[in-house]
């Protein structure tokens, strides 16, 4: 095992800073955590795991370089709403620190292939969602840093999980119906965020042996269809899938999760699953017996004495 390190970890209170706090410290570092409000319930949480609080803004350079200061690796993750200029300003901060030798990044799967994607345009939805992906990379890749490594997660299963199933699965709470855009034959790699802290750890605690890797990381590969015999054996209630037709997806909004759903399928990715064998991952199965509680009050099949 390598020496115990000082790890600053940002967007800490989400599943992929959350695990990345947990890994690190599991594995013998010293862990801060990055964050606005420590008033916070979540910030709460995150401190009875053992992480020491930092206050600080991505928008803040200032903040940014006090937090930095002494520490000697840096998890970048940023909020969905935030983009490449917040990154840019946690790796201006952390070269700035003599102390941070080794940056590593959380994006997504084929991050920097945009330009080969086949909707690829400036009208597409996702247009700007894949430049700022490709910027967080670039800056990360270009800073200078000692070493640096690139997490590029897969589907994330937590977003089954309120509030986001709202947002990715509408309806699911109502009818036990997962409604998609993928096709059914469609493999879809999936990832616990939580395990974006597993290689994230490893590269911080191994900076020389990951140092200027991609790596994909995925669990499984499931249809939907798949994937939800799966989540009903969990929550011991049939669940159906509807797939969107293109009378359906026409009649849409131009929104972001429909038009990834098809990116999806146009843009085969489930050979991260084989690039992550390396990792013990946590299996779509234990993350739903994990959950299984959760779901069921989600869609109204809690029964007395269901066990967890």
Request: aromatic share 8%.
């Amino acid at each position: 095992m390598s020496s115990p390190k000082k790890i600053l970890v940002t967007a800490a209170t989400g599943y992929q800073g959350a695990g990345t706090i947990h890994h690190c410290l599991a594995a013998g570092h010293n862990v801060y955590a990055l964050v606005r409000d420590p008033s916070c319930e979540k910030v709460k949480r995150i401190q009875l795991m053992g992480a020491k609080l930092v206050k600080g803004d991505f928008n803040d350079p200032d903040s940014l370089r006090v937090a930095m200061r002494g520490m000697d690796g840096v998890f970048l993750n940023l909020p969905t709403q935030l983009g490449a200029d917040a990154a840019r300003n946690v790796v201006t901060a952390a070269r700035e620190s003599p102390t941070v030798l080794t940056m590593v990044a959380s994006t997504v799967v084929k991050a920097g292939q945009h330009e080969s994607f086949p909707r690829w345009s400036p009208q597409w939805s996702m247009y700007k969602y894949w430049l700022e992906k490709d910027a967080v990379e670039k800056c990360v890749r270009n800073a200078g840093f000692q070493y640096w490594t690139i997490v590029q997660p897969a589907r994330f299963l937590q977003n089954l999980l309120p509030p986001d199933h709202t947002i990715y699965y509408p309806g699911f709470d109502k009818d036990k119906t997962i409604r998609v855009a993928f096709k059914p034959e469609a493999g879809i790699p999936w990832i616990d965020a939580r395990d974006v802290g597993v290689v994230a750890t490893a590269a911080l605690s191994q900076p020389e042996k990951y140092t200027g890797r991609h790596i994909d990381l995925a669990v499984e590969s499931l249809t939907i269809r798949e994937f939800a015999d799966k989540i009903e054996t969990s929550i011991g209630s049939p669940v159906e899938v509807h797939y969107y037709t293109d009378d359906e997806i026409a009649a849409m909004p131009n929104t972001i999760v429909v038009d990834a759903e098809i990116w999806a399928c146009e843009v085969p990715h489930d050979n991260a699953v084989e690039a992550s064998r390396e990792f013990s991952l946590n299996s779509v199965d234990n993350f739903l017996r994990e959950y299984k509680n959760l779901l069921q009050s989600v869609v109204g099949t809690v029964h007395e004495g269901n066990g967890s």
